[in-house]
């Protein structure tokens, strides 16, 4: 049986869908359209011509549930110590040189279908664009199901209202007010951690990592629950890095190319490459954090949720004169950013004070909330027997494919743990800011507290204002943070910070001096700082309240306790506002004169509801075609698919209705010019102060419209484009673009 015809019996969901939406007569006879058809018939759900049409609303309306369970109390917070992971070693060569099939540029040797080859291998890149370059560190990733702890705490199971509640123990009842410890939850994880292995790369060492879809093994018989893949493919994108369509892992190429699916399925492999090479051999275009994370079209939130997160922090051994200075992970070098570095015999290093953190927000079951969602009438996860209760899953992260306003978790993690420790040396460190949740977006402060943390319920708050658990009531801002980075790497200067907001899928990064408070006084052994969220986001829709748009002065949720330790040697220097650390890369004096013909892509809420309301220019996603721009100021309406080695000016615009949208473009950084029809290339706007910076992701306001400059250089192929509110982006807020 081929790839194809072995699963060409079942159309999928939401091609389902999004074909019923469009006229269902054009497919009737496909075979997954007479599965369903009985049971959407039966539900009142079909209109007589098979075109959903207006009952599509009605529909969804009957299908949301907004009801999610009230995670248990984790009793004692800021115990668990932060778990850093340490960078992973490489596969020796002449272990992967004996693979049965071992990496390499020959024709088809990409992945284990055997029909994709490299595009672009080390040692072709050209002399003129900093090529050739060696050949890449190999990596093995396995895809593997696992269980994963979020706290050694006891817990508390609690309702709503803050109050104690009956929990379950195997499925039977246990009498409220039992003090509990939680179970595992189950991941699917990139070698079965959460987070991820960290690879810590460099420039002009390109890395191939070969990831192996294990997720049909089960050694440990756990319960997959009902999210993640019910395929169970896999795909991983390496967000955001400068990488070929191939390795890019995003689906729309998979469809057409490599798979031929929406990802690699059980015992397959693909190797990716990535480069380790910035945009047009331009060392302006380099970054220096990325992280790679599952792609699975419409499944992507429901596997990053359980667990498919991994780290990439990007190292520059490279001086770059008047561009900028070396950032090796060396303090003693070049920026002298705070960084120790170990290099060890098998290739990799790592490199103290220099800490990632992954921040994710997660929601146990208590037991009680009954598991009932939209795609509980498609038979995705057949074991589940949804809509119903499942007791014997209590204390395991819980998920909703589709919630109305988008999901949020009320247990903010960090790197995995719940309300975790981390103790500091008095010296400067580097902290690498990720936001690897699925909707929820932070914004940080660092606080110092007297009376320390006190449980939401104590304080008497309860519903949406449990989230985050604790408070810190009489907390004070006491230090600022000194901005580095943002996605698209240094900045061109140091921003000085009191605040900061972090949206999904951005990362932004600080140096932290632990030797002094903001009114210069030092700090000593034993003191504490929080790292606490003032974002109230109750929802996925958007926040509440911020510093930008109306403060809670009681929201103040630490997130990560900070201790202060030792003195130790300290041999980085701080940045000063006027530090270049990485100059940007030209912006041609007339790009205003490019206005009129940009791109012009509108995300929005659509009205057609159920699986296809998340929109972009009126069309949900589209694996198949190229998206037109909408009407631009020059009459055009020209499709996504710029010519290699171009650049050109797409507008993003927020189609309003109150949501924000963060909008991630595959491929290359771009830099925001204009915003809510500004010029902001030398003065940026006051609320996103980090526009000055490149990007991969365009934080949207509501009804905010973006004008992002940006190149397509060095390969050719499908990208897309898509919300990384990744319960936007798994109901169809994503579109193809090409680069031709
Ligand atoms: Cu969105």
Redesign the pocket.
Known sequence: MTEESAHSGAIRRRTFLRIGAAGAAAVGLEAGFSLLTPALAERGLLSPDGVFGAVAQAWADAIYTEVFPTSPLVLSPFTDELPVPKAMAPTPQNVYSSWAKPPGPGTGQQSSLGNETHQLWPDKIPASLGGPLPDPLVYKIDVQVAAHRFTTSKVLPINAKGQPTVSFDAGKPVAAGTQRDLPLSTIYGFNGTFPGPRINAEYGKPALVRFTNQLDQNPLGLDRQDFGTPDPAALTHLHNAHTAPESDGNPHYSMTAGPRHEGFRVGQWVDQLYLNWPAGGDDREKQSFFWFHDHVMDHTGANVYKGKVGLYPIYDPKPLGTLGGTDVGDERQGLRLPGVRTDHSDGSFDVDYDIPLVFFDVRLDDGVTIHKDIHDTLGQFPDAHNPRTHPEWWGKSFYKHFPNH?FVGDIFTVNGTANPTLEVKRRKYRLRFLDASVARIYEFKLMASTQGPKSATSLGFEGDELEGQYRIPDAQQCMRFTQIASDGGLLPFPLTRDSFELWPAKRREFVVDFTRYQDGSPTTKGDVIYLTNIMKMPNGRMWTNSTRFGLDAQYKVPVLKIVIGDDAPDDSVMPTPTTPLRALPPLPANWQSMLDNRLIFE?ERGSAGGEIE?LINGKRFDPANVLRSLKNPAGNTPVAAPKKDSFNLWEISNGGGG?????HLHQEEHRVVMRNGRDVTQVPDPGHSDDISREDTVAQDPSERVIIYRGFRDFVGPYVAH???L???DHA?MFAWSIT
């Open positions: 988008g995300v998340w949501w924000v949208h963060p909008v919300c990384h509110n319960n936007h982006e807020m």
